[in-house]
């Protein structure tokens, strides 16, 4: 009964929640183990981190004063961890996007293992969970699995309230849904189902801000799931320390795009709960930079080459925020490149022109905040590339940059409530395909390479189950939210556009 009241409420965001859910289930487990931006580094540690080691050992190997300025080496630490459950092959056919994965051998082996990690320095927390998960397995590939569940699931139940939340409790939200379909790209969806800490810190400002945005249509919208809000930021701020300022960002968001004036929001119990649950988790990942976290190794004299070195592949960050999986050797047709940014920026201009000078600030700041972040992580964190030989990547930045779409479409939702409604039934669903064809472009690499083809019948490596499970659930995600969508038909009752 309760899902049925829900679908006569809000469809549409039903079917997103469940298309959400259904695809990241898919990217889980048809990504063959290791197969994401460094998650054989992230496994190490989220085992390491089950059993109780949170600290490992420093790495004995000698380093020069300039190579001791590079992340990768300041972060890197030695973990004895068991052998029958980190010992395999993983990126055997890393950056060769012609070959399938079946060359993946799992090497377990008996004992203990010493083994380095160059996130071996990244806050411990959220690994906890993920390795307690993988320490049930009996063999890597299995304990990769298990440890992406539960970075899966964490990240499934963020989007779903992210849905939900946005679409309120009726049916009249629905630019607001475009906005966090387009901001939840394929990347998003593909680091959330790897094992990486990245997936969930974007997914967690993604939830966090969606929470805040839905706050601030009414005065006492911070009293509604509160203890979501707090639990979304919470994991924002402890997968890595920029998180604290991604959070910040959202609550000058929620400030600029309150819509009725109420000094007093902050007095509230249900804000100073929220404050309190964000206070700690930023002691707590804090405390653990101070004493083990790794420390700039660049100084301000960079940034002016780091900013070159940024705008220089900007289009390349571009395109990586959309979608380039596996070890970004597998790119997407340039299309859907294009069909994305295009919405992305038909939002966004959109919003410029019919937004208030508030909102208009927000989408500014987001801009700059963007530009901002990706500088000074090239600049102080990984430093200019001539010196340290890299260059950022795309979702270091994603958590803000994706915050455009979002607040595009709620700024569009508030002008245009309850009006257009055809453009929310046709973009999600559209783009929904989108998300399937990423799916499958990166399933089809893997299964028979680039240029090989029948996927369900030649595929020479194959995910747990095979490979029809997991393609007719990327169908019966489609349906879903095909079927939402047309639900949403109906018109809307007077009461929903009040």
């Not at 028979?448 to 007719?472: C, D, K, Q």
Request: hydrophobic share 50%.
């Amino acid at each position: 009964m309760k899902l049925q009241a829900a679908l006569r409420r809000r469809p549409l965001a039903i079917g997103v929640a469940a298309f959400f859910v259904m695809i990241l289930g898919c990217w889980i487990m048809t990504n063959p183990p290791g197969s994401a931006p460094d998650e054989e580094a992230h496994h190490v540690k989220a085992v390491a981190a089950g059993g109780g080691d949170l600290v490992g050992a420093p790495d004995p190997q000698p380093f020069t004063a300039e190579q001791r300025k590079q992340l990768v080496v300041q972060s890197t630490r030695v973990f004895r961890v068991p052998g029958r459950l980190v010992d395999a092959n993983y990126g055997c056919n890393r950056f060769m996007p012609q070959r399938p994965a079946d060359c993946l051998r799992d090497g377990g082996r008996p004992g203990d293992l010493d083994r380095s990690t160059y996130v071996g320095t990244y806050p411990p927390f959220l690994y906890v969970p993920a390795g307690l998960a993988a320490r049930a397995a009996r063999d890597p590939f299995t304990a990769v699995y298990f440890a992406r569940f539960v970075f899966g699931a964490i990240a499934a139940a963020l989007l779903v309230r992210a849905a939900l939340v946005l679409a309120g409790d009726d049916r009249s939200h629905g630019f607001a849904l475009v906005g966090l379909v387009m901001a939840t790209t394929p990347m998003a969806l593909f680091l959330a189902g790897s094992l990486n800490i990245s997936g969930l810190q974007i997914t967690a400002t993604l939830s966090f801000a969606a929470a805040l945005i839905a706050a601030s249509r009414v005065p006492d919208g911070l009293c509604a799931g509160w203890g979501w809000t707090a639990f979304a930021g919470a994991v924002a701020v402890l997968s890595r320390p920029e998180g604290i300022g991604w959070v910040v960002l959202c609550v000058i968001l929620f400030v600029l795009l309150k819509r009725e004036p109420d000094r007093g929001w902050y007095r509230r119990r249900e804000a100073l709960a929220i404050g309190a649950v964000l206070g700690a988790a930023t002691v707590s990942i804090g405390g653990w930079q101070v004493v083990y976290g790794s420390s700039f190794g660049f100084g301000p004299s960079g940034l002016g080459v780091a900013a070159r070195d940024v705008f220089g592949q900007s289009r390349l960050l571009v395109d990586q925020s959309v979608g380039v999986f596996g070890w970004l050797d597998t790119r997407l047709p340039t299309v859907v490149y294009l069909a994305w940014l295009a919405v992305i920026a038909g939002l966004v201009v959109g919003a410029l022109i019919v937004g208030s000078w508030r909102s208009r600030a927000s989408m500014v700041l987001l801009a700059l905040g963007v530009m901002a972040a990706a500088i000074a992580i090239q600049g102080f964190v990984l430093g200019p590339a001539r010196l340290s030989g890299q260059l950022i990547q795309a979702r270091y930045v994603m958590p803000c940059a994706l915050l455009l779409p979002l607040v595009a479409g709620e700024i569009l939702t508030r002008r245009y409530r309850g009006s257009y409604a055809l453009i929310p039934r046709v973009a999600v669903p559209l783009f929904s395909v989108a998300h399937v064809f990423a799916l499958y472009t990166y399933a089809r690499r893997n299964a028979v390479g680039r240029a090989g083809s029948r996927l369900l019948t030649g595929a020479t490596w194959s995910p747990p189950g095979g490979w029809l499970p997991w393609a007719a659930l990327a169908v019966v995600s489609l349906i879903a939210v095909g079927a939402c969508a047309l639900l949403d038909r109906r018109p809307l009752s007077p009461t929903a556009l009040a």
